[in-house]
Structure formats: structure tokens, C-alpha cells
T-cell receptor, first 120, second 113 residues
Framework: DQQVKQNSPSLSVQEGRISILNCDYT??????FLWYKKYPAEGPTFLISISSIKDKNEDGRFTVFLNKSAKHLSLHIVPSQPGDSAVYFCAASASVRLTYSGGGADGLTFGKGTHLIIQP | EAQVTQNPRYLITVTGKKLTVTCSQNMNHEYMSWYRQDPGLGLRQIYYSMNVEVTDKGDVPEGYKVSRKEKRNFPLILESPSPNQTSLYFC????????????FGNGTRLTVT
């Protein structure tokens, strides 16, 4: 059962436009969400996060929106730049883990990733 | 600079030949973890460790072993590698708190023939 879903394996966006990456989750126990960015031949690096007590978190060109009722979050990148071309992983964790469901002690569960391509 | 260092970066081996991928972190973090990344499957956790001498299985532990004899090191051991273990492996370290990001190494690409 895939608890964190990124339904778009890839996304192509023109430079300067807005990139919107989507993520859905099924486990209502998740209360903290993170986005990681991964370049080829490098490990994932933390980009931005949001707690379930908020519905928006902004950091420069990156904004994450959380819709708890829809169990949906999105990452907005404005404006998109060539250096943003990478694979983006959505991840979720729970502060309370009632049952073991994988993801380690921090309950971090990853989506399958979305490959963002910024076209000049 | 906070770092998670994996070695080797690339490894080609044959079925059944034991191998170890090393992982070291300089952040004094208690929590360390191994993931594998496969096309279409994303990142899946293999093993994790909450502290020295404390390890536990993740989602896909079969065919792997780990040890945590000291805080900074968390090697991944494949006693008898098989072709289905051909993958990209990442080591990560963090505080272990649910709201604290993990720091990842740069990966080890393993090919088992």
C-alpha cells in the first residue's frame, strides 16, 4: 500500500514559469511533510517542509501548500530556473506511530519522485 | 560542513561475493539509515539504527545486514549479493525526530552480475 503518492513521474515547465509538483497521502496519522530535491549522481537534499498545523510554508522561490482535508500537498517553484531541473521526492512522517509501518523510527515515508525538467 | 560519506561510489561485483558499503557521518547524529532507489519505486528503507548497537529492519531488509558499533559509522553488508540487489544505495543520518530532515550521502551504485 503506497501511503505517499506522486502521480506524475515527470513534469516539463518553461523557464520563468511556475512549477507545481503534487503529492497525495493516505495515512491520516502523517503530520509532517518534507520535500527533497535530487540531482543525478548526488544524494537527496532537504528543500522545504511543513507541519500539519500550517497550510502554507514559504522559502524564497519555494512554497509548499498543505490541504489536510484532501490529504494533498503541493510544491510551487516560482519562477522556475534551469537549476531546478531535478527529481523531487515528497516525504511524510508521523509524530505518533501506533503501529510499525516501515519508514524507520522517524516514520519517514517517501513518494516515488517527480522528475522536473525546466526548458529554456 | 555536515557530511554523510559513502564508499565506494560505484561497485560492480559478482553473485555471491560478500561486500560492504561504508557510511560515515560527522554530525554526531544518533539516527542513521540505509535506502535503496530503484526506477519506478522511489526510495525504500532497508535498515535503520537509533543509536549504537541498536538496529532495526526497514521495508526491504532481506539480503542485507548492518552494524552500528560506533555512532559515526553504519556499514551495509551484503553477505551473498544477488542481481536483484543491483540498485542505487543511499545512507542517511539525522536526529531521528519526526520533524527533522535527514542528511543523505551521495550514493553508491551497485551492480551485481
Amino acid at each position: 500500500d503506497q501511503q505517499v503518492k506522486q502521480n506524475s513521474p515527470s513534469l516539463s515547465v518553461q523557464e520563468g514559469r511556475i512549477s507545481i509538483l503534487n503529492c497525495d497521502y493516505t495515512n491520516s496519522m502523517f503530520d509532517y511533510f518534507l520535500w527533497y530535491k535530487k540531482y543525478p549522481a548526488e544524494g537527496p537534499t532537504f528543500l522545504i517542509s511543513i507541519s500539519s498545523i500550517k497550510d502554507k510554508n514559504e522559502d524564497g522561490r519555494f512554497t509548499v501548500f498543505l490541504n489536510k482535508s484532501a490529504k494533498h500537498l503541493s510544491l510551487h517553484i516560482v519562477p522556475s530556473q534551469p537549476g531546478d531541473s531535478a527529481v523531487y521526492f515528497c516525504a511524510a512522517s508521523a509524530s505518533v506511530r501506533l503501529t510499525y509501518s516501515g519508514g524507520g523510527a522517524d516514520g519517514l515515508t517517501f513518494g516515488k519522485g517527480t522528475h522536473l525538467i525546466i526548458q529554456p | 560542513e555536515a557530511q554523510v560519506t559513502q564508499n565506494p561510489r560505484y561497485l560492480i561485483t559478482v553473485t555471491g561475493k560478500k561486500l560492504t558499503v561504508t557510511c560515515s557521518q560527522n554530525m554526531n547524529h544518533e539516527y542513521m539509515s540505509w535506502y535503496r532507489q530503484d526506477p519506478g519505486l522511489g526510495l525504500r528503507q532497508i535498515y535503520y539504527s537509533m543509536n549504537v548497537e541498536v538496529t532495526d529492519k526497514g521495508d526491504v531488509p532481506e539480503g542485507y545486514k548492518v552494524s552500528r558499533k560506533e555512532k559515526r559509522n553504519f556499514p551495509l553488508i551484503l553477505e551473498s549479493p544477488s542481481p536483484n540487489q543491483t540498485s542505487l544505495y543511499f545512507c542517511a543520518a539525522g536526529t531521528g525526530s519526526y520533524n527533522s530532515p535527514l542528511h543523505f550521502g551521495n550514493g553508491t551504485r551497485l551492480t551485481v552480475t
